[in-house]
């Protein structure tokens, strides 16, 4: 038999983590090379015509570490979203549940000879990657804290990189800073070491303007809003354009939220160290709106579109890959939150066949007209004091 | 009390369940006409535009509904069975029909979980009647109007299976094969050029494992296995463009037909679909399953 060499798809910068651990683990590892046009060019020709972009993106990304020698894939299914104890969130109702053996599908389509290990689907997580890794549990759940940590650490960095962009007096500053910090998170592989970093620390080099940057918040479904590759890297281009960006869900967040079980969902959110609404407060703020589930993160859209209203927010981005289902069925109540609380919402729908330059230009406006009604705003409260 | 029915998703899975139960209810029915030229403007005007046809058209029965009843009935079916789930778009139609037509349209809700229609049918029946029996009546004659719809498909089924003419079998979602105008009177084409249209929902469902999480695929695949044990010419997958279920279905359903050596058509339809277009492709198929037979 020969060696198993690993492959997993990209999701940002979350592959960093997963990478360590598997390595950790005693696993190969290729990553697959920085999605390009062609990798999803790539994927969209051997995808089901209908399926939404991350599908044909993650096709993309196989396609190519096969190339440079991948010969098995780990992918993960969280099998306990959408059910009832879940309230029906999480990726268990809509295309993503059925990911795993549509890739298997597929990819025997292309003609290529690869391994499927679907974590999550029909086993514990923990049990899985014994049995994967040959290793106890001790170790998987050391290694698993170590993950988790670093891509919490990862989370803070691109957090922070979106502060500073914003403000950043030489354009790309930010962006090296991030570059630097995320090779050197790469090889530290020890608890502590990560326990002790602060992340502010690695963008003290970057000198910053004084002005006070206009605050977008980005909600909407989440592949589009963790890999930058698949949004046209929307994020450096609202901080390019001097605008502070905030994301309504991370991968710890999802993760906290939606558990693979109990024990892992404790042991998480103790290494993760945050704190997040529940899904019951979700529900009670979307409530007014939306009084059910619609699968995915619809309702945190919905409710987190609020919630950055609340917290003074200039605007929001709703990002989604094109029918995508859970968020082509909130738009319309995205619209009406839009008009009742007189607050801003760009929709951006994506497919294989977007460009960057459309999605710039529509940037830029949307910028340009939330610019324009803070200065407008500030001139109305300057009024009566003066 | 009027009560509005959409004909469109859910009817055409139970056409006579809700009727009958607040027909028995003594309430008045108002069901809104077959999709026409009109509701279609409707659902194109108010529909999602990324959203699939027949959540646009719902809303398009929903409009013309509105001034027509007292409430408009959408009951939430989270699935049809144990471990199952159903589109979860169906499940937001009041929501947005009230973010789109404004908080004065009144809903009636029904929550149905794992197939079991029981506990939600009497709790909305509560609401409506005062009377426990009348309520409990009405469910059982509702759930046997349903038991009786399911044995009419299935006597309809094994008298098309002993039919002569070449048998064609059309998958596709209950609200899209039975929609006509929808779908430009595809099953009467059929018929019309001598062929035997089998539709998937006649088809009897015997329980299978399967990964499949929706009931529409998880049905489909299940009933297209028995069908396919079946004297079958040809197989049309009809769907509507962006349905989301389809594009995890269809390359399974293609995969499995591919397998047993019979034509298969994929058509996907939205509300720009020409007929001459249709009539073309549906030519070419019925021409190549007559050839087959032939030979």
């Known amino acids: ?386 | 009390m009027k009560i509005g029915i959409p004909r469109s998703l859910f009817y055409y899975k139970h056409p006579h369940l809700w009727t009958t139960f607040f027909g028995e209810l003594g309430e008045e029915v108002v069901l809104s006409p077959p999709t026409n030229r009109q509701i279609l403007g409707a659902a194109v005007r108010y529909g999602e535009d990324e959203s699939c046809l027949a959540v646009k058209l719902v809303f398009g029965h929903i409009w013309y509904l509105l001034d027509r009843c007292d409430r408009i009935f959408a009951p939430a079916y989270y699935g049809l069975e144990p471990g199952r789930h159903s589109c979860p778009k169906f499940l937001g139609v009041p929501d947005i029909s009230k973010s789109i037509f404004g908080p004065h349209v009144q809903f009636l809700r029904c929550e149905v979980e794992d197939g079991i229609f029981e506990p939600g049918m009497l709790e909305l029946g509560k609401t409506l009647s005062t009377n426990g029996r009348t309520v409990k009546r009405a469910v059982a004659e509702a759930l046997a109007a349903q038991e009786r719809h399911k044995r009419e498909l299935d006597a309809k089924y094994q008298q098309q299976l002993s039919s002569e003419r070449p048998k064609i079998v059309v998958i596709g979602h209950n609200y899209v094969i039975h929609d006509s105008f929808a779908n430009l009177n595809l099953l009467a084409k059929l018929e019309e050029r001598g062929m035997e249209a089998i539709t998937i929902d006649s088809v009897p469902l015997i329980p299978r494992e399967s990964f499949l999480r929706w009931d529409f695929a998880y049905e489909a695949m299940s009933q297209l296995q028995e069908v396919l044990a079946q004297d079958i010419a040809g197989i049309i997958v009809l769907s509507n463009f962006n349905c989301g279920v389809d594009a995890i279905t269809v390359p399974f359903v293609e995969d499995e037909v591919e397998r047993h050596d019979i034509p298969c058509m994929h058509l996907i339809l939205d509300e720009h679909t020409g007929e001459a277009g249709i009539i073309t492709r549906v030519d070419t198929f019925v021409d190549t399953v007559k050839m087959r037979v032939r030979a």
């Not at chain 1, 479904?221 to 590759?229: D, I, M, N, T």
């Not at chain 1, 609202?238 to 404790?266: D, M, N, Q, T």
């Open chain 1, 1 to 386: 038999m020969t060696e198993r060499v690993f492959t997993l798809p990209l999701c940002g910068n979350a592959y960093i983590p997963f990478k360590g651990a598997a390595e950790q683990l005693g696993l190969e590892v290729v990553v697959p090379p920085p999605i390009t046009n062609k990798t999803i060019a790539l994927g969209a020709r051997y995808s089901p015509e209908g399926i939404c972009l991350p599908f044909k993106v993650i096709i993309g990304n196989y396609l190519q570490a096969i190339e440079k020698g991948a010969n098995s894939v780990v992918f993960y299914i969280n099998s306990q979203a959408g059910s009832k104890k879940h309230g029906g969130g999480g990726g268990g109702m809509c295309r993503f549940r059925h990911y795993g053996h549509l890739q298997q599908l597929v990819m025997s389509k292309t003609g290529a000879n690869v391994e499927f290990f679907i974590l999550g689907e029909g086993g514990g997580l923990v049990e899985q990657m014994k049995k994967l890794t040959g290793k106890g549990t001790w170790d998987i759940i050391r290694t698993l804290r170590v993950a988790i940590k670093k891509l919490r650490l990862i989370e803070l960095l691109e957090e922070l990189s979106w502060k500073y962009r914003a403000v950043e007096r030489r354009r790309g500053a930010t962006s090296k800073a991030l570059n630097k910090a995320l090779t050197y998170l790469d090889g530290v592989q020890d608890f502590k070491t990560l326990d002790g970093l602060d992340p502010e620390s690695f963008f003290c080099g970057v000198e910053t303007l004084e002005q006070e940057p206009l605050q977008i918040g980005v909600v909407g479904e989440f592949y589009l809003l963790l890999e930058p590759a698949s949004n046209c890297h929307v994020y450096e281009m609202l901080g390019e354009l001097g605008v502070e960006v905030h994301r309504h869900l991370s991968l710890g967040e999802a993760v906290l939220r939606y558990p693979p079980s109990f024990i892992l969902g404790k042991l998480m959110a103790w290494w993760l160290n945050m704190s997040i609404p529940s899904r019951a407060e979700i529900a009670e703020i979307a409530r007014p709106y939306l009084s059910c589930s619609v699968a995915g993160h619809g309702r945190e859209s919905v409710a987190d579109t609020i919630r950055f209203h609340d917290a003074g927010c200039d605007g929001v981005l709703h990002l989604l890959p094109m029918g995508c289902m859970p968020e082509v069925t909130v738009r319309p109540i995205l619209r009406k939150v839009s008009e009742d609380y007189n607050f801003p919402v760009l929709t951006l729908s994506f497919d294989e066949l977007i460009s960057e330059g459309a999605i710039r230009t529509r940037i830029q406006t949307f910028v340009d007209v939330i610019r324009m009604g803070r200065e407008r705003r500030g001139k109305d409260h300057a009024l009566p004091g003066s």
